[in-house]
């Protein structure tokens, strides 16, 4: 059983760095066709998808947040990173890791197993 | 980006219900299109993918249906453990939109 827990600092500073990590259990992250993606939801609002890093270490971003994201995987630890610059107030958030999987053209990539969640406030 | 809208965007209902939540795609996304079922505090679960092929473990009392922009999601006799926000999400193109949300309550 596939297992993601998402770990860092539950407060940042505004215009700081914003850096989590997402560690999985009960499977490798450099095996299989899957997207390892980051997600994000502002309190009272719906979900946003930040971006994620293929098994092969390709990325992409959510084109609003690409100036400030950066996704990485640290296959040695079976961790994968989320780094989002120049916080503001605006990316309070929780924040959720997911392993995405695409079965079939047909089918899509849909995300099967989901940490969850840690929260993140930008205070001063 | 794919905007993607759901209705209701509440929802209220009794045990044994059946209930149906639809979702709109901002253009066509074929088949493209996951449902999931959040409890705040918790991990999302992914509910169906493909719009309508059911994730491995999930109830059969729950469907999807649709393709191009429009899409359903049925359950059928509802339980106290469905009562919680269900989403939608494109997979067409990056950036994987979500629908804003539905919560599904208790009448």
């Known amino acids: 059983q596939v297992q993601l827990q998402e770990s860092g600092p539950g407060l940042v500073q505004p215009s700081q760095t914003l850096s989590l990590t997402c560690s999985v259990s009960g499977g490798s992250i450099n095996r299989g066709s899957y997207f390892w993606t980051w997600i994000r939801q502002p309190a009272g609002k719906g979900l946003e998808w930040i971006g994620r890093i293929y098994t092969s270490g390709g990325t992409n971003y959510n084109p609003s947040l690409m100036s400030r994201v950066t996704i990485s995987a640290d296959t040695s630890k079976n961790q994968f990173s989320l780094k989002l610059t120049s916080v503001t107030a605006a990316d309070t958030a929780m924040y959720f890791c997911?392993?995405?999987?695409?079965?079939?053209?047909?089918?899509?990539?849909?995300?099967?197993?989901w940490g969850q969640g840690t929260l993140v406030t930008v205070s001063a | 980006d794919i905007q993607m809208t759901q209705s209701p965007s509440s929802l209220s209902a009794s045990v044994g219900d059946r209930v149906t939540i639809t979702c709109r795609a901002s253009?066509?996304?074929?088949?493209?299109l996951n449902w999931y079922h959040h409890k705040p505090g918790k991990a999302p679960k992914l509910l169906i993918y493909g719009a309508s092929k059911l994730h491995s473990g999930v109830p059969s009392r729950f469907s999807g249906s649709g393709s191009g922009t429009d899409f359903t999601l049925t359950i059928s006799g509802l339980q106290l453990e469905d009562f919680a926000i269900y989403y939608c999400q494109q997979s067409y193109s990056p950036p994987h939109t979500f629908g804003q949300g539905t919560k599904l309550e208790i009448k």
């Open positions: 253009q066509t996304i074929s088949s493209y």
């Open positions: 997911a392993r995405g999987y695409g079965g079939s053209s047909s089918e899509g990539v849909r995300l099967d197993y």
